[in-house]
T-cell receptor, first 113, second 113 residues
Framework: GDSVTQMEGPVTLSEEAFLTINCTYT??????LFWYVQYPGEGLQLLLK?????DKGSNKGFEATYRKETTSFHLEKGSVQVSDSAVYFC????????????FGQGTELSVKP | SQTIHQWPATLVQPVGSPLSLECTVE??????LYWYRQAAGRGLQLLFY??????ISSEVPQNLSASRPQDRQFILSSKKLLLSDSGFYLC????????????FGNGTRLTVT
């Protein structure tokens, strides 16, 4: 079945450091890909998404490119801030499956001043 | 604008006791509704989803059940809680628009003792 694998955390960075969180997926069809962020004590918020190969999703300085050839959707940010500390989830949905998302296990990011 | 409400925010229940978690959505009609669970140190797992009043689909066999008595109300229940039911429960909704994102509530932290 479909699955999502993320790099394990926690990831600890200093402020202004470069961030990469790896995400790879397995899917039988042509999924849409998402990154969600969960701040402490809160639910998940959509960070960015890409719906087809080579699409780049971006938001709040974060970027991820849908790479079909490597089945990856790595999350990057050039300069992280303390306020970026959160848990980040990579997810996929098969086309027309709407809210039936398959999530990775999440990667905790801690940014130190 | 659309909002999603989930309550309670935290809950501590003894083993064998019943459970009722409620979720309501405002500002939209006929949403698809979802219950996800996040166990400690793990990703999110889809438990139930509903495409309409009285229509419930279960994704995994378990000790829990779901009901949708009204268009914008989704309830997660159990007759007798198990220790393994502990976790972070998230309600979510999605509109019928293609590629629209999944919107999450703030979640309920359930601890079964």
């Amino acid at each position: 079945g479909d699955s999502v694998t993320q790099m394990e955390g926690p990831v600890t960075l200093s402020e202004e450091a470069f961030l990469t969180i790896n995400c790879t997926y397995t899917a039988t069809g042509y999924p849409s890909l998402f990154w969600y962020v969960q701040y402490p004590g809160e639910g998940l918020q959509l960070l960015l998404k890409a719906t087809k190969a080579d699409d780049k999703g971006s938001n709040k300085g974060f970027e991820a490119t849908y790479r079909k050839e490597t089945t990856s959707f790595h999350l990057e940010k050039g300069s992280v801030q303390v306020s970026d500390s959160a848990v980040y989830f990579c997810a996929l949905s098969e086309n027309n499956q709407g809210g039936k998302l398959i999530f990775g296990q999440g990667t905790e990011l801690s940014v130190k001043p | 604008s659309q909002t999603i409400h989930q309550w309670p925010a935290t809950l501590v229940q003894p083993v064998g006791s019943p459970l009722s978690l409620e979720c309501t959505v405002e500002g939209t009609s006929n949403p698809n509704l979802y219950w996800y669970r996040q166990a400690a140190g793990r990703g999110l797992q889809l438990l139930f989803y509903s495409v309409g009043i009285g229509q419930i689909s279960s994704e995994v066999p378990q000790n829990l059940s779901a009901s949708r008595p009204q268009d914008r109300q989704f309830i997660l229940s159990s007759k007798k809680l198990l220790l393994s039911d502990s976790g972070f429960y998230l309600c979510a909704w999605i509109s019928g628009v293609r590629n629209s994102p999944l919107h999450f509530g703030n979640g309920t932290r359930l601890t079964v003792t």
